[in-house]
């Protein structure tokens, strides 16, 4: 047994509440409460000593009574547990823990407080320099930073605080603007193009990036069937900071696609870009663990240098995180809002399009238009946001724009009941909509079987090849036309393959044409009509995303994604306190 079973078999038996709490005994005794000889009660009495938990005294002759003086509570030494774990980075060991503990409500509440206390922003001595951080929980695991692979927001969020494109773009204005090229040239058909990079920059691990790693990156999209660098069929080193691409068609919009988060540029000798990547962006990672994800501001950083200098984001249970100790919450759950009344609220709206996609790939009842038709109409989506609540906005019917769709086909009647299989990944709101879906369906004669895989998993043809319907949610953007042409096309264009051949061949050669067009919004509203009108999808909700942070944070901007931009965020330290004269 370990001291701490030792100690609490002492507390327990002699009923120790409170220290330092002195209780008459005898080594007779002690045998007896700890089920062993005297020598080992004499060897474990002295490690129970060297830690400072109690003391023994002997009485002297036969008359002198011998005493223990307990100087910790089990709680104590339990608070004194977590905490190790916390300090040791061991979230998962000491939530575990916490749930194991049978306390009052009060004192977990008090131990949440000090954890909450740990977060937000904080001031770390190193050497003789103060390090600004600002540490924040978030309520799931942190996924591969391979940008070839990121699906979700959080994931493309990081993979641009560690990674930079050729191009940047501008959420407000639009506008694309120069950034690890400085400047650029193309022909009248707009098939080749040269880009000239800035000299001396360099990687995380000091490597100056060159024309080799564009190379190198773009390769490596080619080789993974991307969408961006399709008919890309040359590139060639001029220089060491100088590349030229010639596609086989004219490539309109390849500045926009080159501030994508899936095109950022890899180091080329990198292999492990979805452990700890090595980009050229103002936060490198230092540590990507389960519990843990850390990010350190790059100080040879080519651009403006962030304003903090360590951002540590925990994986935490949403029991914590709606409490107002900490200074700063990338998503904060309704009933957490009445706690934090004093602080500013950013919005970023329409960051996701949750839709249920009917798979006429696979041989079943959504191969029957009737049936898709009478699942669309039988879904209250109102109902469905007015119940659930959370960050679903407002209803939707459609991918792209905002144009309400008209359907005047009827519904048939049946008392037949039908039975489908949902797929979606385990996010809690995506898990609370299946739910939802599989209660209000089966009054209206649907039977909802819902399986939850890992969010990659949906992408994949084992997955298509059994399930009837995948609740997912699309991406969006400020780019709404390439975040559109990203949910038809990435990763390996697993969303048109939903679909039976003829339908998937339609809508590939729609959107590999969109890619072509300087404005391609007529075509993507093509897509999304006929999207509609053939009841291949069904749209359900929009997203926002609110960020609560403390009054003391300053330079506040949500990105693209709804997080917060670190580079230009920063936090009024506390005041120091004046020593009375």
Known sequence: MKPFDHYKQLTQHFEIQGTPHQIPTSLVDLEQVLFCSRRNVNFIMKKLRSLGWLEWKPGVGRSKQSYLIFHKTIQELQLEEIQELFDQRQLKQMFSLIEELNHTEEWKDELYGWINSKLGFQQETDVDTKKDVLQFPYFREIGRLDPVHVFRQMEMHLIHQVFDGLTKRNSFSGEVYPHLAHSWEVNVELNKWVFHLRKRVYFHNGRELTSEDVEYTLKRLINGNQWMVSGLCVIRQLDRYTIALDFEKPCPLLLRYLALPQTVILQKTDDTHYTKPIGTGPFQI????????????????????????????????????????????????????????????????????????CNTYKNGNMKNIQI???????????????????????????????????????????????????????????????????????????????????????VQKRTRDKADLILVSMVNTSDLELSFIQFLLGHNEWFIHMFDSKQSEMLKNLAQVACLEQDPTDILKQIDDHLFQSVSIIPLYLTKQESYTHPNALGVELDDYGFLDYQKCWFQPPKIKEEPK
């Open 286 to 357: 230092v540590d990507h663990e389960p519990e843990l994800i850390e990010l350190h501001a790059v100080d040879t950083y080519f651009k403006e240098r962030p304003l903090l200098d360590i951002i540590r984001i925990w994986t935490l249970p949403s029991s914590i995180q709606w409490r107002k100790d900490a200074q700063f919450y990338p998503y904060v759950p309704s009933k957490g809002k009445a706690h934090i009344t004093t602080w500013s609220k950013n919005n970023r709206v329409d960051l996701e399009r949750k839709v249920l996609i």
């Open 372 to 458: 898709r038709r009478r699942l669309r109409a039988t879904i209250d989506k109102e109902q469905m946001i007015n119940e659930l609540g959370e960050n679903r906005l407002s209803s939707c019917e459609s991918l792209y724009g905002e144009e309400a769709k008209i359907t005047n086909q009827a519904v048939p009647e049946t008392t037949e009941l039908i039975s489908l299989t949902l797929y979606t990944n385990a996010h809690s709101l995506n898990v609370n909509d299946a739910a939802w879906l599989t209660r209000e369906l089966r009054t209206n004669g649907f039977r909802l079987k819902v399986v939850t895989v890992p969010i990659l998993e949906l």
